[in-house]
């Protein structure tokens, strides 16, 4: 529970550490198809980007989601890469990191997810 202790933390910082653990749930769902391959992950959120080209991060959550990427690419033998994209229209993604856990609940069963 400690690790995803997030109070405290900059709203923008929550939105980015929500937007790299889709990445991560992506990969978990795909990772045994891309051996040798080189991935990419199109995000819209700089610090996504950044903390993948670097893979480093100052927050404890976004550290843990950075190593079990590379867990999953060493394991899996695939590289992957994010790379940044302007997106006006997201609007349900955006919602997702960014919704209260009950609005998040609620829009989810409308829309049978």
Do not use: C, S
């Amino acid at each position: 529970m400690a690790a995803w202790h997030l109070e405290g933390e900059p709203e923008e910082a929550i939105i980015a550490i929500k937007e790299l653990l889709a990445v991560v749930a992506m990969v978990a769902h795909r990772w045994t198809n891309w051996r040798g391959k080189l991935v990419l992950a199109v995000v819209d959120n700089v610090n996504v980007v950044f903390w993948n080209q670097g893979w480093q991060a100052g927050n404890r959550a976004a550290r843990l989601l950075l190593r079990i990427l590379r867990r999953f690419m060493a394991r899996g033998g695939f590289r992957i890469y994010a790379t940044f994209t302007r997106t006006y229209h997201n609007v349900t993604a955006d919602f997702i990191t960014r919704a209260e856990e009950g609005e998040l609940r609620k829009r989810m069963q409308e829309m049978g997810l």
